[in-house]
């Protein structure tokens, strides 16, 4: 089992940044990929970003493309979420997740049943 704990939302105006960061602890070893989604009041859960534990890979759904940054520090086993020119429409909840499957495409990191573990979520607010 694999626990995380995010942190860095807030309140910010449109066209602000803020960093979250996502720390892993337990069985981080068992970590193939993490991804980041987010959930706004009434909608489902929405995929966001994702990275490899190892290697270079990274994904990132098209409303974020050039905005957003996922990155990793494996010595600290943390993930963050480097957000950019934020909108009113990026305001939510936002989630880290980890999995520990070894083979995945991009339609599975993309999918919220391909992670096993999530953190409680950290707040994202946008004001307009």
């Known amino acids: 089992q694999v626990q995380l704990v995010e942190s860095g939302g807030g309140l910010v105006q449109t066209g602000g940044s803020l960093r979250l960061s996502c720390a892993a602890s337990g069985r981080t070893f068992s970590i193939y990929y993490m991804g980041w989604f987010r959930q706004a009041p009434g909608k489902e859960r929405e995929f966001v970003a994702a990275i490899r534990w190892s290697g270079s890979w990274t994904y990132y759904t098209d409303s974020v493309k050039g905005r957003f940054t996922i990155s990793r520090d494996n010595a600290k086993s943390t993930v963050y979420l480097q957000m950019n020119s934020l909108k009113p429409e990026d305001t939510g909840v936002y989630y880290c997740?980890?999995?520990?499957?070894?083979?995945?495409?991009?339609?599975?990191?993309?999918?919220?049943?391909?992670?096993?573990?999530w953190g409680q979520g950290t707040q994202v607010t946008v004001s307009s």
């Open positions: 997740a980890a999995s520990t499957h070894g083979l995945i495409s991009a339609g599975q990191a993309m999918d919220v049943r391909s992670y096993s573990d």
